[in-house]
């Protein structure tokens, strides 16, 4: 029981905390250098992991997943934006690499393999994924040139020639970057490895055997772990989604917000560039006319100004449609003759009134054959001030689009590295703070109910030595628990010594019964105790030989043993003077004394009756030695006349142990045989009166049968 608890000290916690920022700094600085030395290199590698596998296998989930986590950050702050949306590879590599090296696939080279190749399927594949999702086919990363060599020589698709060359860059990558994490650790001193093992115990530590023992043991229905694991995720992943949502629904509003405001600002510029009074001056000359061109070319220039303006145009407001005044030709979309007629589309109609009365309309956003645009018309007024054109921008927000799919992977990607963490964080709390008390207490406590009474008092040092202290309920629990295994193991000691006070009470008893039915027929009692202990050396001699061991149990030959005086019982009701007959009995005579192993089992049925839960004890192999000791092998015996395996096992030893005390012994009616006679008696019987397994046991054993024999018993003696 003591190896339940190892002997070393655990760490401060503060050095504990130092020693995991130690370890998560180095982690973060080896993924900085190696994905800068990649950079140099011109090598189609990213070498961003090696610190988070480093961390992960030396120091497990928590700090791999924290390395994970920063590196990626620290490189989005630093140099790319993006880097942030690859957060929950580094972090599922961090999971994965801890969980491998903690079934120790990493100590042989088929694991180091494998796991390089499930690193490389979560970089490449999900990787890929994400890539795709956020640039399209138009990425240029460090997979681009195998990318692009897959598409062009294979003829797979833009997506499959994605995730296919990111996995296979992956391969390359993940393996370099375990084979230097592993170096590392190799020319680590042995000592300086062991120290980032780090636990939380609230308690004595546990060996990692019986960590494994508990963890093997399995709840009725669901687990602890399984209860925190599935809470914890599932108030995580509600709270998460509902962040993550409300963030995106505000970028996206405000994103709209600003491109509004950016395509007012550039309506009001195109206004601003068109002389009012001079509109139908427009219409009319076109570009025959030289101020006409200036404010075309002007117009351009605000169109191309930037990469979000679509379109700009001056159009005139007529009832019959928008009259073209200038209209800004576009890659693909040629410009609209001046003076053509566009009729006003039918979703637009409700502007129409407004727009004919020289009103302002609000940004109008649309969804149709010109893509997703952002449409403002800013008024162009005379000198008389009234309306005479509006000046419209269209603004794409196809790269809201993109930028919204980009924000919503950083998010997600963030989430999922920040709930792993969480969940990590969580888990290694509760392990140590409940799951592992509780399990302790239970599996102690399991001890403490199975052994014996010696072993009790060891286990209750054991338990108290536990020495829980998790600071809340769990701690007060173990102190009751404590407090109540001292009182039960003093309840059971005394119990225990009441049982063995009675159990010697009852022995005493038995042989002072069996003595007074023997001294009636003036035998010294003798007999009832040298019968049982034949019928042990008989027993203990068919154990060390394989014979009967299925029905030999230590409750069988403890109730045999202790049983065995009570076989003549039934004698109590055979009158003295049959009993103590000098000479041979007449046949009535003997059928009285055949009588005498029906009325014991009949006195021993009386007996159970009476003491209710006694039929299963010591009494019922009393009963079977009392009724058939006298059956023989051959059934010829009485008082039923069984024959062969139908007799009792109890009643076959007991069968031998009587009748060799009975031809070795004097008694009224003859004198006792010389040994050799006996055992020479016995053998020959064996087949015919006695079982000959049990009856060869005997001789086998009969040296310790001859001990007995000449053994000497006094009046007082009990065993």
Same mark, same amino acid.
């Given at each position: ?282 219409? $009319? ?5 030289? +101020?006409?061109? !200036?404010? @075309?070319?002007?117009?351009?220039? &605000?169109?191309?100004? %930037? /990469? ?82 509006? $000046? ?5 927000? +196809?790269?809201? !689009?993109? @930028?919204?799919?980009?924000?919503? &992977?950083?998010?997600? %990607? /963030? ?305």
């Amino acid at each position: 029981m003591g190896e339940l608890l190892r002997q070393q000290k655990t760490r401060p916690t503060g050095e504990k905390v130092l020693i995991l920022i130690g370890l998560v700094i180095a982690g973060v600085i080896i993924n900085t250098l190696g994905a800068y030395i990649a950079g140099l290199s011109g090598l189609p590698i990213y070498m961003d992991v090696t610190g988070t596998l480093l961390a992960s296998i030396l120091g497990g989930y928590i700090p791999g997943i924290m390395v994970g986590l920063i590196s990626p950050l620290i490189t989005t702050i630093t140099s790319d934006s993006m880097a942030i949306s690859y957060t929950m590879v580094n972090v599922l590599i961090a999971i994965v690499t801890s969980l491998l090296c903690e079934r120790c696939l990493l100590r042989k080279s088929l694991g180091i393999m494998l796991t390089a190749v499930i690193n490389a399927a979560i970089g490449g594949i999900l990787g890929g994924v994400i890539t795709w999702f956020v640039y399209g086919s138009e990425a240029e990363d460090t997979s681009s040139q195998m990318v692009h060599g897959l598409q062009t020589n294979i003829g797979l698709s833009p997506f499959a020639a994605e995730i296919l060359g990111g996995f296979l860059v992956d391969i390359a990558d993940k393996a370099i970057c375990l084979f230097l994490a592993l170096a590392i650790i190799y020319f680590l001193p042995t000592k300086f490895r062991n120290m980032f093992k780090i636990h939380a115990w609230k308690q004595a530590p546990l060996t990692s055997a019986t960590i494994k023992e508990l963890r093997k043991k399995r709840s009725r229905q669901f687990s602890l772990r399984i209860k925190l694991v599935t809470l914890l995720t599932c108030a995580s992943v509600i709270i998460g989604a509902s962040a993550i949502y409300i963030c995106y629904i505000m970028y996206f509003n405000s994103t709209v917000e600003h491109q509004k405001l950016y395509a007012i600002g550039t309506a009001e510029m195109a206004a601003g560039m068109v002389d009012g009074n001079r509109v139908d001056e427009y219409l $009319a000359e076109g570009n025959s006319n030289i +101020d006409y061109r !200036r404010v @075309e070319d002007n117009l351009r220039k &605000i169109r191309d100004a %930037s /990469a979000f303006t679509e379109y700009v145009y001056v159009y005139k407001i007529l009832p019959d449609g928008c009259h073209v005044v200038f209209d800004i030709a576009t890659d693909g979309v040629p410009a609209t003759p001046t003076g053509d007629v566009i009729k006003f589309d039918e979703s637009f109609s409700e502007y129409v009134p407004i727009l004919l009365a020289g009103g302002r309309i609000e940004p109008i956003v649309s969804d149709d054959t010109f893509g997703w645009l952002l449409t403002v018309y800013e008024p162009i007024v005379n000198s008389s001030g009234d309306v005479t054109a509006y $000046a419209g921008v269209d603004i794409s927000m +196809d790269s809201l !689009r993109a @930028e919204s799919r980009r924000y919503i &992977i950083k998010v997600i %990607s /963030a989430f999922i590295g920040i709930f792993s963490l969480t969940l990590a964080v969580g888990l290694y709390l509760a392990e140590y703070q409940v799951i592992l008390p509780l399990n302790t207490m239970a599996y102690t406590a399991s001890m403490f109910s199975e052994k014996d009474g010696h072993n009790m008092e060891e286990t209750t040092k054991l338990f108290h030595q536990l020495s829980i202290y998790t600071g809340d309920e769990t701690e007060n629990l173990y102190k009751a628990f404590n407090d109540m295994t001292e009182e039960n193991l003093q309840y059971l000691i005394d119990i225990h010594k009441k049982n063995e006070t009675i159990s010697k009470m009852q022995d005493a008893l038995i042989l002072v019964l069996a003595d007074m039915v023997e001294s009636r027929d003036k035998n010294t009692g003798d007999h009832v105790k040298k019968t049982a202990e034949y019928a042990k050396i008989i027993m203990d001699e068919l154990i060390k030989e394989g014979i009967y061991t299925d029905q030999l149990t230590d409750k069988f030959r403890e109730d045999v043993y202790r049983s065995a005086p009570l076989h003549d019982i039934g004698k109590i009701s055979v009158s003295d003077a049959i009993l103590n007959k000098n000479g041979k009995l007449t046949d009535e005579e003997f059928d009285q004394m055949k009588g005498h192993t029906s009325a014991g089992a009949q006195i021993l049925d009386m007996v159970m009756d009476t003491v209710p839960g006694s039929d299963d004890g010591y009494l019922q192999e009393a009963r079977r030695m009392a009724l058939y000791h006298h059956e023989k092998w051959n059934g010829k015996g009485y008082p039923t006349g069984i024959a062969g395996e139908e007799i009792p096992l109890s009643a076959k030893i007991m069968a031998v142990a009587d009748v060799f005390d009975a031809l070795v012994s004097t008694r009224s009616y003859k004198k006792g045989f010389p040994f050799e006679k006996a055992i020479g008696i016995i053998e020959e019987s064996s087949g015919s009166h006695f079982d000959p397994k049990v009856a060869q046991a005997f001789l086998n054993a009969q040296d310790a049968a001859k001990q007995i024999m000449n053994r000497q018993y006094s009046e007082t003696t009990t065993e």
